[in-house]
């Protein structure tokens, strides 16, 4: 299946890219879509219905503006309501901190919580409980993330931000 994509690479599904994932199997990778603002999207979430397949969760409007589109997306991600519920304060100052790392994990959270962050952590808490709890292997840590401690202390890498003075101001620039 063909799609045409938008400035930000995201797929716009037509009318006749939801009848093929409908007849091909595949509706259940169709969750939140790009749509023309003429396409049938109504007509789809109720054949969808009325034979148990997921509808479509959201329609977005070609013309979105990027904040809302991830937005939407971040309210799709897969997890578990406790982790959604999670909060992350209470878990990383759960922690054993000394006054340093304290300091330091109240100032990246503030900035997380004023950019609107937090629910990225809950779900990189929610990651990282999966690939352990799955024996998945991941990285040690690669790129500005390092430079976060608050990532290091949910166990996304394994860099001491603090032991090797990286500022975390780099890793949300």
């Known amino acids: 299946m063909l799609l045409k994509t938008d400035t930000n690479g995201i797929p716009i599904f037509?009318?006749?890219?939801?009848?093929?994932?409908?007849?091909?199997?595949?509706?259940?990778?169709?969750?939140?879509?790009?749509?023309?603002?003429?396409?049938?999207?109504?007509?789809?979430?109720?054949?969808?219905?009325?034979?148990g397949y997921k509808q479509v969760q959201n329609y977005i409007p070609i013309d979105t503006d990027q904040k809302t589109f991830d937005g939407v997306c971040q309210g799709e991600?897969?997890?578990?309501?406790?982790?959604?519920?999670?909060?992350?304060?209470?878990?990383?100052?759960?922690?054993?901190?000394?006054?340093?790392?304290?300091?330091?994990?109240t100032e990246e959270l503030k900035e997380f919580e004023k950019r609107n962050m937090l629910d990225l952590l809950r779900y990189m808490i929610y990651l990282v409980d999966f690939m352990r709890e799955n024996d998945i292997?991941?990285?040690?840590?690669?790129?500005?993330?390092?430079?976060?401690?608050?990532?290091?202390?949910?166990?996304?890498?394994?860099?001491?931000?603090?032991?090797?003075?990286?500022?975390?101001?780099?890793f949300l620039s």
Request: net charge negative; glycine share 6%; charged share 25%.
């Open 14 to 51: 037509s009318n006749r890219n939801l009848i093929d994932m409908i007849y091909s199997g595949h509706i259940d990778k169709c969750h939140v879509v790009l749509c023309n603002p003429n396409d049938d999207i109504d007509k789809f979430n109720q054949y969808a219905k009325e034979n």
């Open 77 to 105: 991600w897969f997890m578990p309501d406790e982790y959604k519920e999670l909060n992350v304060f209470e878990y990383l100052y759960s922690k054993p901190l000394s006054e340093t790392e304290f300091h330091r994990v």
């Open 137 to 170: 292997v991941w990285g040690v840590g690669r790129g500005s993330s390092v430079a976060s401690y608050v990532q290091y202390l949910i166990g996304v890498h394994r860099i001491t931000s603090i032991q090797y003075g990286l500022d975390w101001r780099e």
